[in-house]
């Protein structure tokens, strides 16, 4: 093998890294297939003319184990065994390995197309705490942050009292009597 323990070590991060993208349970051992066409993408192992997607997806199906739906790392690098020929051409085995391990190394998945929040002009009137009026001007200080329930003027005491109730607290006295 050309690759560095080093080069090895960051390959492998990027791997897990590729792996764990997009599934909250995964643990980073095990690559599916989406995530495999997704570390050829990203990484421009797949450049369209000598590997295409279609390349990438059959050799994934070759690699992995019959009955599984994912791939190790020891069936990730045969994979990138079996690419590195036919994306470098020209180039000895070993140096088209270390070729596609150096295109790989290091990188992480590109979120590309991710949905950002998006602030229209009318949120920002909506949310602006400056222009508040009248009791919802008392719930935030200057900076815009909500003051929580001390904001509030009419806090809920559960004395089992109506609100606004003037003779509160009199039951006992009236007992006595």
């Not at 792996?19 to 051992?29: R, W």
């Not at 990188?107 to 009137?125: E, L, Q, S």
Request: aromatic share 8%; glycine share 10%.
């Amino acid at each position: 093998m050309a690759g560095t323990s080093s080069n090895m070590a960051a390959l492998h991060d990027s791997f897990k890294k590729f792996a764990m993208h997009g599934d909250t349970a995964s643990s980073g051992n095990e690559m599916n297939g989406k995530n495999w066409s997704k570390i050829c993408k990203d990484c421009k192992v797949i450049d369209g003319k000598t590997v295409t997607s279609t390349d990438v997806d059959i050799l994934f199906s070759k690699v992995k184990s019959k009955s599984a739906r994912v791939i190790t790392f020891e069936e990730f690098k045969m994979a990138l065994a079996e690419l590195a020929p036919k994306r470098f051409k020209g180039k000895s085995q070993e140096e088209a390995l270390a070729s596609i391990y150096a295109l790989i190394a290091g990188k992480d998945p590109a979120n590309a197309g991710v949905t950002v929040a998006y602030k229209a002009g009318g949120v920002d009137r909506l949310t602006d705490t400056s222009k508040y009026t009248g009791t919802h001007k008392e719930r935030f200080d200057e900076s815009g942050k909500g003051k929580g329930l001390s904001g509030r003027e009419n806090i809920v005491e559960n004395t089992g009292y109506v609100g606004n109730y003037k003779g509160a607290g009199t039951y006992d006295e009236k007992v006595r009597k």
